[in-house]
């Protein structure tokens, strides 16, 4: 069984300050990790994602994160927030064999304070 | 990237009746197609999993009988809210994959029941 915990359900960051979303999966085959950004009443937009390449991938908007197995974390970081960064985001975690389903975790809405 | 349309974005309906939302992967074909579930202010629900031609398979506590799902073609699954009630209403995301390592994602459907 595969499972994602996002920690902490909303974040608050100002202007131009580091974006640091939290997210550690657990999975008992080497796992797809996905970010996922979604505005109101919208669908979802894939940031980025973990298909055991590099460790490190880059998305868009600024986005980018770390796949670290010893600590199962998969964070997201932008260096630099900009308004319209306010969102709800999504990480969520697959079987690298098949890809056939996702799981997402609970959400963190990020708050951008100007 | 690939696309998927949901249709219609937004419906009311009155309690009782049967709505019908369609997913559309417009520039390629999709093998599997998935129904999503959002309540709001939560996370993104898997409801069932459809392959091109053949039955559902839905997950646990999700009633087939109620969420009707079919994939006739390879480019359209449509999910039949059957005898809707208050309690149906909800943001509904379809999302659809060619069987490569990645699910794109339609807009959403924002399902009203009166």
């Known amino acids: 069984a595969q499972s994602v915990t996002q920690l902490g359900s909303h974040v608050s960051v100002s202007e131009g300050a580091l974006v640091l979303l939290r997210c550690n999966y657990s999975s008992s085959v080497p796992p797809y990790l996905f970010w996922y950004v979604q505005y109101p009443n919208q669908g979802l937009q894939l940031l980025l994602k973990y298909t055991s390449a590099a460790t490190l991938v880059k998305g868009i908007n600024g986005f980018e994160a770390e796949f670290k197995k010893s600590e199962t974390s998969f964070h997201l970081t932008k260096p630099s927030a900009h308004m319209s960064d306010a969102a709800e985001y999504f990480c969520?975690?697959?079987?690298?064999?098949?890809?056939?389903?996702?799981?997402f975790g609970t959400g963190t809405k990020l708050q951008v304070i100007p | 990237g690939a696309v998927v349309s949901q249709h219609p974005s937004r419906v009311i309906c009155k309690s009782g009746t049967s709505v019908k939302i369609e997913c559309r992967s417009l520039?390629?074909?999709?093998?599997?197609m998935f129904w999503y579930r959002q309540f709001p202010k939560k996370s993104l629900m898997l409801m069932a999993t459809s392959n091109e031609g053949s039955k559902a398979t839905y997950e646990q506590g999700v009633e087939k009988d109620k969420f009707l799902i079919n994939h006739a073609s390879l480019t359209l699954s449509t999910l039949t809210v059957t005898s809707a009630h208050p309690e149906d209403s909800s943001f509904y995301i379809c999302?659809?994959?060619?069987?490569?390592?990645?699910?794109?994602f339609g807009p959403g459907t924002r399902l009203t029941v009166t």
């Open positions: 520039d390629f074909q999709a093998t599997t």
């Open positions: 969520a975690v697959s079987d690298a064999g098949g890809y056939q389903k996702v799981t």
């Open positions: 999302s659809a994959t060619s069987g490569t390592n990645e699910q794109y």
